[in-house]
């Protein structure tokens, strides 16, 4: 007789900036949810909201919302899902259904959902438990590893892009060639759209070419308003990594009713000329990650147009080595922690 176990392996925030690894006792999922056994899961810079206590966080708590695996137990009233089936788990825990937000549609704005990793345990483990609403399929033609970083830096990247009002053949540009811009410029260019990558430095020109985009611009040598201009404008800049003032600085390079969406989440305020916003008609907006379906849409995508995050990977009981660099800013781009 196989005895079954009745702990797991995790890595807890125990205090600000402090991991541990620690056995947890196995429980079954509560109605709704699903039990997950965890294969991969990114290392993301929100997992700091947890890690350093930016949030209000219960301590322990196991951070990680790029977690993929496998469903081991589906809890009582789940329907359309299986046991054994290939899951994702991105940062929206789940949508409740009945407010408002959910009533309309719009399950991101949701106002009863958790945050993966913040309210609720999430993917630094070798199980997790799910809220069924907020699964993510993952096809059989990306690894476990691949589709990690998918779930949050992808499907912000990829929603924003495709919710936009860019069309095939116009110009966007990407702010930032890092986690979220190196992910950017590739969806970008799979979608038909001219690509002008835009960072500091020559060094991420080359890179920046490799990833698709048509153009490179180095923002500590060159004016970046006057570089988009020249090209007509840009239709939409994806402002990935960037603080107010360069957000700001990018409205001056758009078209007509253009937009820069802005996905860095930084203290920097942005200052706007409320004068090129009327007249010129631009538009500055924010994307925070998107929709179980559209998550579902992200993968599929990737697969269909060799879209793939350059990663490098940890084993979980190196989660706070992985971690520290990512912090560091020297992980290129992101880091993935297996699970044996």
């Known amino acids: 007789m196989v005895q079954r176990a009745s702990t797991y392996r995790a890595v807890h925030a125990v205090g600000p900036g402090k991991l541990e690894l620690v056995q947890k006792p196995l429980t079954d999922p509560p109605p709704g949810h699903v039990r997950v056994r965890v294969e991969a899961c990114g290392v993301?810079?929100?997992?700091?909201?947890?890690?350093?206590?930016?949030?209000?966080?219960?301590?322990?708590?196991?951070?990680?919302?790029?977690?993929?695996?496998?469903?081991?137990?589906?809890?009582?009233?789940?329907?359309?899902?299986?046991v054994g089936q290939r899951v994702g788990i991105g940062f929206l825990g789940g949508a409740c259904g009945y407010c408002e937000y959910c009533r309309d549609g719009d399950l991101v704005n949701c106002v009863n959902q958790g945050y993966t990793g913040v309210q609720h345990d999430g993917g630094y483990a070798e199980m997790?438990?799910?809220?069924?609403?907020?699964?993510?399929?993952?096809?059989?033609?990306?690894?476990?590893v691949a589709a990690a970083p998918l779930l949050c830096a992808g499907l912000t990247t990829f929603s924003a892009l495709r919710n936009s009002p860019a069309r095939a053949g116009d110009l966007v540009a990407v702010f930032g060639v890092g986690g979220l811009?190196?992910?950017?410029?590739?969806?970008?260019?799979?979608?038909?759209?001219e690509v002008?990558?835009?960072?500091?430095?020559?060094?991420?020109?080359?890179?920046?070419?490799?990833?698709?985009?048509?153009h490179y611009v180095d923002a500590s040598t060159t004016d970046v308003a006057k570089a988009l201009q020249e090209r007509g404008g840009a239709q939409v800049v994806l402002a990935t990594?960037?603080?107010?003032?360069?957000?700001?600085?990018?409205?001056?390079?758009?078209?007509?009713g253009g937009v820069v969406i802005s996905l860095g989440a930084t203290a920097e305020p942005i200052e706007l000329s409320a004068f090129e916003l009327l007249f010129k008609q631009l538009g500055v907006d924010g994307a925070l990650t998107g929709t179980?379906?559209?998550?579902?849409?992200?993968?599929?995508?990737?697969?269909?147009?060799?879209?793939?995050?350059m990663v490098e990977t940890m084993p979980l009981e190196r989660a706070a080595d992985a971690y520290a660099k990512m912090m560091s800013g020297k992980a290129r781009f992101r880091m993935?922690?297996?699970?044996?």
Not at 128 to 141: C, E, F, Y
Not at 336 to 340: C, E, F, I, N, S
């Open 336 to 340: 993935v922690l297996t699970v044996a």
């Open 196 to 214: 002008l990558a835009i960072d500091q430095g020559g060094e991420r020109a080359e890179l920046s070419k490799k990833l698709g985009a048509h």
């Open 241 to 256: 990594a960037s603080g107010g003032k360069a957000v700001a600085a990018a409205l001056g390079g758009l078209r007509r």
């Open 292 to 309: 179980p379906k559209a998550g579902d849409a992200t993968l599929r995508f990737s697969a269909l147009s060799d879209v793939a995050a």
């Open 44 to 82: 993301c810079h929100s997992d700091s909201a947890t890690v350093e206590g930016i949030l209000p966080i219960e301590w322990p708590r196991v951070p990680g919302h790029e977690a993929v695996g496998r469903i081991d137990v589906v809890g009582q009233g789940v329907e359309g899902w299986a």
């Open 128 to 144: 997790m438990i799910a809220k069924a609403s907020g699964l993510i399929a993952v096809p059989d033609d990306l690894s476990a």
């Open 181 to 193: 811009g190196h992910l950017g410029v590739q969806y970008a260019q799979r979608m038909g759209f």
